[in-house]
């Protein structure tokens, strides 16, 4: 899938000395260094790149690019390497443009209730720096990522059910384009008409069509009350099913994720844990203190409805904190149950009122299915993952691996429903562009073409051959 | 502004015959028909289109575009006319294509809280069909537009601080390209990493990169309660701080509009009311009894603090009917001012820390204009309108109303603010794009060149010559 059609070429002489010239220090090849770059968290092989250049500042990486373009070299963007689709492989070659050294946290604006921050903030750097101002950012995706990271694969995660994902909270970009030129894209007006959205063409673009080094959030004021509770189901499909209940009700629940026996059991493992090891749903309710306890009292009345059991309230903060940091852990939890093995994680996306269904088909079939399976959900929005614990070296277990994705992508796709929610195409969901978006795709190869024609921006991405 | 480089040419002999083919009766060249397709409701002269095209399916509008296309005429998408920026001016001759035919609700999905319609479709038709089941689409931009429409200018109106323009609420789009293709871009699923993101792309791109066919929006429960309150003010920058003051403290208010006394005084002509003719707050909050009341006892003590007096609840349909419809027609009011007059309506938006300064500016240097001004705001989202009423014939008044816009755009996009929140940009404001946009024009103009490589859709709109 990865396949390079020719092994790139030497870096030009020319380039790595101009490159050395500008960067000292912080131009790389060291092997370290490039295996280190070539590689994200999931079951993609690594795939490094020929020289890592670690930016401080917009104009710095403005004049990387031009160096890079004038040379035709590919730049492929990193921030803290959490990608789960080979975003960051090297598939052409050319350089990795590490970001995470622009980590300046520019101005808070708490009148405006946004934020500017460099590319390479993490979301728990700003929220850290955010807590003393009554103040959070809410897009959540569990990982330690950063924001610029999290804007170009429009990221969203835990709490998109109440606050939206990184398409509705990116309010303002700057970016570095192909030619070099810098553009900063929208203002910092709550809405405007001004011409071509390109903060929403880029935000998701996954660096293909520009390179996000500043992006402009909002943010919201903490909620006076927090509570969270967790409740157990005889099955996946009632847990799914009493969340689509919650919101369709209109209950404004800020985090509804599900979490299946065999997840419970690599957390409990984790993370000294010891709670039932049934499929579960973790709930999070913000508001002010009645309507958080309206919002409780009409979740625990759905899921008794559903078969729920041990509805279980947790408030103040050291309770919070663990609940989600166990969610948080997951990834690793899970690989935990298997070590030596990667995770594949599928990662569709449906309309809520398909999502029971397709979660109860998924639940059947992996019965079947010759590896270890694990399934969470951001099911308040149609979301959710299967990870399948494979040695990816090992072309059987790929295969098994492909062919349910594979099979799960295509009902997704049927029912109106996307073949990944959060992760991002990079390299490993490209062949499914082709039936979810059919003649779309022309006018976005169009797009890919006009503002990158001489192909450097992370190529191999995005879009099929 | 709306200069012709040169007068368009007859449309080719060819092309009529083959549209009165496909259309029959619903291809017109009558002078009333260009006449009424030539014209929006604002300064802007008219400026009819040689033909008339009714369309009453995507694959119809698929096939005029291909023919338009051989033939290199424009196709101006035309909706209910009430642009307010030159929108559906035949700049450079060409077809109007009307699309107000097309108003099937293709399907409501309360499962999903969402629903498709053809851009057709007003607003207020789809709220009538939606009304027995307890959902309601809530951008409300006033006017009785197409929900076509409201997507391609990026509408928003009276509610979008509580949930958001045409941006935020739509979903997926069918669209036909410059070459005649059919595209849908997104899915249903609430959320997608998946490819550049074409719906949010093709809303506000005003008819320059597609025409949209259909739109799958997203709906809301009717909420629980709803209850408005009015409450009158020494100035207007009073006005002002109050609803920041709301907004900055976490109050969800529904809707939050500022009403200047000029413009109380022509409702009051209008509508036949007798309110207070002092600038003037109109609030609604929306959520359970409780939370109701909560809101409006903050928006109360806040409105006090800022020398509010007669705060005045009002509860029941007929009450909140009466106050919003006197809203919706202040347009049509203040044009009762001064009969024979046309409004030129500003649209500035900043970031809502800079609103205050912005009206009370406004406010000062309007007592020195020549010509009568109201002054209206969606003030939660810092976007206010300043209604300047003039002879457009008489070069001085038209002057007045440029030399004033063209200061206080300049003001907004200085504050990190836009030349319009909502209204688009039309032939009105594309200068404006230059200051605001810098170097992100280019990118804009390559993705138009790609698209609509002729130059057939609605030449001569958004993007600056």
Redesign the interface.
């Known amino acids: 899938m990865n396949a390079i059609s020719r092994p790139p070429a030497d870096l030009p002489a020319a380039l790595v000395a101009a490159l050395s010239a500008l960067l000292g220090e912080r131009f790389s090849r060291r092997s370290a260094d490039l295996e280190q770059h070539g590689r994200g968290e999931s079951y993609h092989p690594t795939c490094p790149p020929q020289a890592v250049c670690r930016a401080t500042a917009t104009e710095e990486v403005a004049r990387i690019v031009t160096l890079c373009a004038a040379h035709r070299v590919p730049v492929i963007p990193f921030g803290a390497g959490t990608s789960l689709e080979g975003h960051v492989l090297a598939v052409a070659g050319g350089i990795s443009l590490d970001l995470s050294g622009m980590n300046r946290i520019v101005a808070v604006?708490?009148?405006?209730?946004?934020a500017t921050v460099e590319a390479g903030v993490t979301r728990q750097q700003l929220n850290a720096w955010l807590r003393d101002q009554g103040l959070f950012f809410p897009v959540d995706p569990g990982a330690e990522c950063t924001l610029g990271g999290m804007a170009a694969?429009?990221?969203?995660g835990t709490n998109?059910v109440r606050y939206?994902?990184m398409?509705?909270n990116v309010i303002a970009l700057t970016a570095v384009?192909a030619d070099g030129?810098?553009?900063?894209?929208g203002?910092?007006?709550?809405?405007?008409?001004?011409?071509?959205?390109?903060t929403?063409?880029l935000?998701?673009?996954e660096g293909t069509?520009?390179i996000i080094t500043e992006v402009t959030l909002r943010l919201?004021?903490v909620?006076e009350a927090v509570s969270a509770a967790i409740c157990h189901f005889p099955d996946v499909a009632s847990a799914v099913a009493t969340v689509?209940d919650i919101v369709?009700?209109?209950n404004p629940v800020a985090r509804a994720e599900m979490l299946d026996d065999m997840t419970m059991r690599a957390i409990n493992r984790y993370s000294k844990t010891a709670m039932a090891e049934a499929p579960t749903l973790f709930l999070e309710f913000h508001g002010?203190a009645?309507?958080v306890e309206?919002q409780a009292a009409l979740a625990q009345e759905i899921a008794d409805g559903h078969g729920g059991t041990g509805f279980e309230r947790a408030t103040g903060h050291e309770a919070l904190n663990r609940l989600w940091h166990a969610r948080h852990n997951v990834h690793y939890a899970v690989l935990g149950l298997s070590p030596g093995r990667k995770l594949w994680s599928t990662?569709v996306?449906?309309?809520?009122?398909q999502l029971t269904e397709l979660v109860r088909w998924a639940d059947r079939e992996r019965a079947d299915l010759p590896v270890m399976t694990s399934m969470v959900g951001h099911v308040g929005?149609?979301?959710f993952h299967m990870g399948l614990l494979i040695h990816p070296d090992d072309p059987a277990e790929l295969g098994v691996a492909e062919a349910f994705n594979e099979r799960l992508v295509e009902r997704?796709?049927a029912l109106?429903?996307?073949?990944?929610?959060?992760?991002?195409?990079g390299t490993g969901?490209r062949k499914?562009?082709v039936k979810?978006?059919?003649?779309?795709?022309?006018?976005?190869r169009?797009?890919?073409?006009?503002?990158d024609p001489l192909g450097i921006l992370n190529p191999g991405k995005?879009?099929p051959d």
């Open positions: 604006r708490p009148g405006d209730l946004d694969t429009r990221a969203s998109a939206g994902t398409r509705e384009m030129s810098v553009i900063r894209t203002s910092r007006a709550r809405k405007s008409s001004a011409g071509y959205d390109l929403r063409l935000v998701g673009s069509l520009g919201y004021g909620p689509t369709q009700a209109g002010s009645a309507g309206e990662d996306c449906v309309p809520l009122s929005d149609g979301n997704a796709i109106e429903g996307t073949c990944t929610g959060e992760h991002g195409v969901k499914f562009l979810e978006h059919g003649a779309a795709l022309a006018p976005m169009a797009i890919k073409a006009a503002l995005v879009l």
